[in-house]
Structure formats: C-alpha cells, structure tokens
C-alpha cells in the first residue's frame, strides 16, 4: 500500500502511531492537498479522505463534502473493498473521490444534495402516518410507543395505528398543528445560500426559492395553528420534512396568538432573530410503507385473512412472518389457533421467552405480535381447530401443529370443500429436522392433497425422504418429568417457517408456482426432493369421497 500511495504521489506523515499519508486529487480545476487515513487494513472502514484548509474551492455549497471537510465518494455498503490487494484499493479510493470531487466543483452533482437531504436537515426525527397523497390540516401527537414509555411525536391526519395504540388519555390530550403541503420534486438546498438557515428569515428565504407558493403555505400554518408553535411539513418525493416556528417569549399572550392570530406571520417577520425554528425529520410508519416496503411488486397479505393452527416451534416463527407480511392488517384477519400453553421446555426453539411461559401459546403469540407491529390486530383461540367452524370462511388455513392425525382430519375438510373453501397449507418436519416440507392444498382438486402424499397410513410415500435406515431419535428427560419429545434445533423450524412464508406469499399473488416444496438439511440422512405439483393418485382415500 505505501508503495502505491508513493507511486501516486503522496507521501508519508506519521502522527500519534498512525501513519496519514498527505498528496493530492487530481481534478479538472487543478490539484486539492488532502490527507489520507487507512483505519484498517481489512477496510471495514474506508480510507478518509480529507481536504486540506488551504484548498480554496468554490464559494458554495458541494455535495459530498461535510463540514469536516472528509469526502464522500462511495455510500456505505456500496461497495466490497479489497483487503487481500490494499495497494490497489487505496489507488481505486483515490480516483472514484476525484472524480466526486471534480463533478461536485463543477456544478454537475448539485442533483445529489436531494438524495442527501436528510443528512443536510436535521438530527431530530419523528414519525410520520399520512393518508397517500394526503395534503392539508394535520397535527403532531404524542402517544407513548417505545419500551421505555416516552412519548414519540408522531405526524397525523385522522385515523392513525397510533392513536389506536395509545389513545388520548383525555379529550383534550395534547396535540400540536400542522400543515401537510405536497410536492412533485425533491427537497433540496441552494448551494449559493447560508446552510442551514439559521432564523426565520433565512428559511423563509429558503421556501420561497424552493418553490414561491411555500412561504404562503407557512403563513397558513402560523395563522391557523393553536399555542405558541406551529408546523408545516413539505411532503416532498424524497420523504418528509418539517419545520417547526416557535413564537418568541414576549409574544407569546392572548393578544398575539388569538386576537392577532391572522397576522402571526408578519408580526414574526419583524422579530426574524427572536423566532426558534427547528427541523425534523419524519420517518414514514404509515402501514403500506411498513408491510410493503421490502416486498416490493411481489404484494402481501394485507387485507387477507389467514388462520394458523398450532403455535408452537413452527407456528410461532409462521405466525410472526405473516404478521410483517401484512396478514391482520387494514381489514384482514390473522388468527392463531393452539390448545397448549408455553413451557420451560419449549423456550430452546420458541418465538417466547421467558415473560408468557404458562400462558397459551396462541393468545402469547397473539399478545406479542399486536405489541411489536403497527396496526396489527391479531386474534387468538384456545379451542380445538376441528371445533372451530369459521375457518372455513377464512382465505387460507395454515397447518404447523405437526400432528398427522389432525393435519389428515383438516385436510379431509380441505377436500371436502374443493372448489370452494379456503386453501389450505400444511407445514411439518421429517425426522430430526433433517429435512422441512409444506404442501398448498387449493380448490384444484387435479393437484395432490395431504393425504395423496401417501394414501395409505403405514404405507411408504409416494416422494421417500428419509433415507433407508434412518431412524429418528427421541428425547426423554425422566427427571424433569418431560414428555417424549424429537429432538432438533430451532433453525430447523425458523427455516421450515419461511418455506411456508414464501408459499403463502405466492398463493397470494395468484401464483403459487410449486404447492409442494421441500428443504433439505442433512443430505446425508434425507434425500433432497425436487420441489413441483403433484397430481392426485386414485390412491388416495381423502379425494376418493369427493369424485
């Protein structure tokens, strides 16, 4: 590496037992004295490379240069640097901040202090829970939604998960005004101006070469606002962004903030140097951000309604991937179904812990889900699966119980009701968890149901998994008066979950691909099986009482 800074031009400065190395970028204008720092040579970090005082660059603003002066020439995690050829990296680092540096001095980035905006604006954040396309009166509330029971100032219009979460403890439970305006273009900054602006003069100035309807749209805000603040937040293309005014001590009086509420604004113009503006940053938690945002074109569960039946070291993990999926939520269902409580026992490969043992297993994973998602409203049962007629009018039945003999009675009701009635998805493992499977039994009663898997119960199966010879252990632990339990590890079931997931997923999309599907952990004691769509066997006694 110190071969190839030297080759580059730059040379050697040791300081405080770290060696930074001084030369310079190569960029149109002419030559930039920098400094280069390596932190370490695994590059987790990136070099640091840092303009010199004495350069003296354009009278403006450029992006990708912060107040230290430290170039940013590559976003995190953009990309993968070399440690096995430091000389190299460091010679690649150098040429990509040149070439930021030379299109940042040249005017042709000034686009990038908008996908930067939110670095540039502020360091105070809240949430943000707007109607799509929503613009207008607005307010700030404050319910209490973390886990240490503070208030997080939420941005909202109407009805809200939040408010739902912790309603006003009063009619008249604390709430500030906004104002909601909208914008076609992205925020940005003018990089010929004072940056931030530092009053309300310089952020009026600010909104009015932003776009000149902004400054009346604050107005608005100041004269219809209540107490002595008020906020407009600009809903721009690359996210949300607000604007607090504070009214000066000595006006805030009846006079000022009643009788002359209309003419707040002009009132503050005069005292531009008194007035407190504070910029906040609004992280977007309404819930089509939240349940849509990672999945993307491939769409949810949201609306859906899905039932799980058996919550225990499959169903819980299952239960919680449908949840951030979307399932129970904005008018779908999401009900659990399980008749057992949480044991000691089950903590080694559970969602739970400690806080919901001898709790049902259902109304536990139900209870927590509804705590850790917004809008979830999740529904829970202690009854028996077979005593419970309305899963029949829900969209999808997932069964994670395990327990053949159920999974065949809930299958029959599958097939009894092809072509109507809801789906149904079977999840289980093999053995100790040496291979994970899952099988979509729909209205098409051409494809295989459970029981055409193997029509016959102690018969072999029509797709063998285990290996000849493999048996399957069991665990005791007398002592502790355990029943006999299977013994595999939680991954086993985290991954048999999201083979399950991921078919729900497809199903909803109308799509499902492959209804059976299959995982394979330990080839050396299952056989990998290729995932497809069965057909239906004459076999089968499920479908023969439906022909």
Same mark, same amino acid.
Not at 61 to 83: E, F, K, M
Not at 101 to 107: F, I, S
Not at 261 to 271: C, G, I, K, M, Q
């Given at each position: 590496m110190h071969d190839a800074l030297v080759g580059r031009g730059f040379h050697r400065v040791p300081r405080g037992g770290r060696d930074i190395y001084k030369g310079t970028l190569d960029i149109a204008s002419g030559e930039v004295p920098v400094t280069l720092l390596v932190p370490d040579l695994d590059f987790l970090t990136m070099p640091l490379i840092r303009i010199?005082?004495?350069?003296?660059?354009?009278?403006?603003?450029?992006?990708?240069?912060?107040?230290?002066?430290?170039?940013?020439?590559?976003?995190?995690?953009?990309?993968?640097?070399?440690?096995?050829?430091?000389?190299?990296?460091?010679?690649?680092?150098?040429?990509?901040?040149?070439?930021?540096?030379?299109?940042?001095?040249?005017?042709?980035?000034?686009?990038?202090?908008?996908?930067?905006?939110?670095?540039?604006?502020?360091?105070?954040?809240?949430l943000s829970d707007l109607p799509s396309g929503y613009s207008g009166p607005a307010a700030i509330t404050y319910p209490r939604l973390s886990a240490d029971n503070e208030p997080t100032p939420v941005l909202v219009a109407g009805q809200s998960w939040t408010r739902e979460r912790d309603p006003p403890r009063r009619a008249d439970g604390f709430e500030e005004t906004a104002l909601v305006v909208s914008l076609a273009a992205p925020l940005t900054i003018d990089p010929e101006r004072t940056w931030p602006p530092a009053d309300y003069g310089q952020l009026v100035d600010w909104l009015r070469w932003t776009d000149p309807e902004l400054p009346r749209r604050l107005d608005e805000a100041l004269a219809t606002g209540t107490h002595h603040q008020a906020t407009l937040a600009i809903r721009a293309t690359n996210g949300v962004?607000?604007?607090?005014?504070?009214?000066?001590?000595?006006?805030? =009086?009846? #006079?000022?903030? +009643?009788? $002359?509420?209309?003419?707040? &604004?002009? !009132? *503050?113009?005069?005292? =531009?140097? #008194?007035?407190? +503006?504070? $910029?906040?940053?609004?992280? &977007?938690? !309404? *819930?089509?951000?939240?349940?849509?945002?990672?999945?993307?074109? $491939?769409?949810?569960?949201?609306?859906?309604?899905?039932?799980?039946?058996?919550c225990g070291t499959i169903g819980g993990f299952l239960a919680q991937q449908l949840a951030q999926c979307g399932a129970g939520i904005d008018g779908g269902r999401l009900l659990l179904v399980d008749t057992d409580d949480l044991r000691t026992a089950n903590l080694g490969r559970h969602l739970l812990g400690v806080p919901f043992l001898h709790r049902n297993k259902a109304a536990a994973c139900a209870t927590f889900l509804n705590a850790m998602l917004p809008g979830a409203k999740v529904e829970w049962s202690n009854k028996d699966a077979l005593d419970l007629p309305e899963l029949g009018r829900f969209d999808l039945v997932v069964d994670a119980t395990g327990e053949e003999a159920l999974s065949i009675a809930l299958n029959q009701a599958a097939v009894n009701r092809r072509p109507s009635g809801p789906a149904h998805l079977f999840v289980w493992l093999m053995g100790n968890g040496i291979a994970a499977q899952c099988l979509l039994v729909d209205e098409d009663a051409d494809m295989a149901c459970l029981k055409c898997l193997k029509p016959e119960l102690a018969g072999e199966p029509r797709f063998p998994v285990l290996r000849p010879g493999v048996e399957t252990e069991i665990g005791r632990v007398e002592a502790c008066a355990d029943a006999d339990f299977v013994t595999f590890p939680v991954s086993r079931s985290v991954v048999a979950a999201a083979l399950a997931c991921d078919l729900a997923l497809d199903w909803a999309s109308g799509s499902p691909g492959h209804r059976y599907r299959s995982h394979t952990f330990e080839p050396d004691k299952a056989f990998e099986v290729a995932d497809s769509n069965p057909q239906a066997t004459d076999r089968c006694p499920a479908c023969a009482t439906n022909r």
């Open positions: 010199a005082e004495s350069w003296v660059g354009p009278n403006r603003r450029l992006p990708h240069l912060g107040p230290t002066r430290l170039v940013c020439y590559y976003a995190q995690g953009s990309v993968i640097l070399d440690r096995y050829d430091p000389g190299g990296t460091v010679i690649q680092c150098i040429e990509c901040a040149e070439r930021v540096l030379d299109a940042a001095v040249a005017g042709r980035s000034d686009a990038d202090f908008g996908a930067e905006f939110d670095v540039y604006w502020s360091s105070r954040w809240m962004f607000a604007c607090r005014i504070g009214v000066p001590e000595p006006m805030r =009086t009846p #006079e000022f903030l +009643v009788n $002359r509420r209309p003419t707040l &604004a002009r !009132n *503050l113009r005069r005292a =531009t140097g #008194e007035v407190a +503006v504070e $910029r906040i940053t609004a992280d &977007a938690a !309404n *819930l089509d951000y939240v349940y849509g945002r990672n999945l993307g074109s $491939r769409g949810g569960l949201v609306g859906r309604s899905v039932a799980v039946i058996g």
